[in-house]
């Protein structure tokens, strides 16, 4: 199995839209049984609220559902769950970098770099532009997926 946790500041907006994204890939394919996929935040400003209602309505235009998703933290213990930890921005990877010490297996990546960009994935909260990081986020999605079957002859 090979599990992945998206992963940005409040885990209400970019990392469950990356969570629910990559899920209705894995979905289509019909590869649901091979994947762990999960999102957590880096804060502690939003655990338990639901996701933004910018991103639920996002979402929704593409008939994706994440009902029921609440924000968590990601955890120190996470690092030895999941296989990637993927941060929308660079504040998101130093803080995992605090969270969990080191990174000594390689498993923290940046979510555009699987589309060859260093460029951060702007947060709605403060630009209000889902639709931006919506196409931001699937076409990393759909290429991280790309990498996976690769990876691991899916």
Sequence with gaps: MIKIMFVCHGNICRSPMAEFVFKDIIKRENKEDLFKISSSATSNEEIGNPVHRGTVNKLAQYGV?????????????????????IGMDSYNLVNMLRIF?????????????FVGST?????????????????????????????????YDL
């Design 119 to 151: 460029r951060d994935v702007a947060d709605p909260w403060y630009t209000g532009d889902f639709d931006k990081t919506y196409d931001d986020i699937k076409s990393a999605c759909e290429a991280l997926y790309d990498y996976l079957k690769q990876r």
């Design 65 to 85: 559902g994440c009902a029921g998703k609440r924000a968590v933290r990601l955890q120190r213990a996470d690092y030895n769950e999941y296989d990637l930890f």
């Design 101 to 113: 010490g080191d990174d000594r297996d390689k498993k923290i990546r940046s979510m555009l770099e």
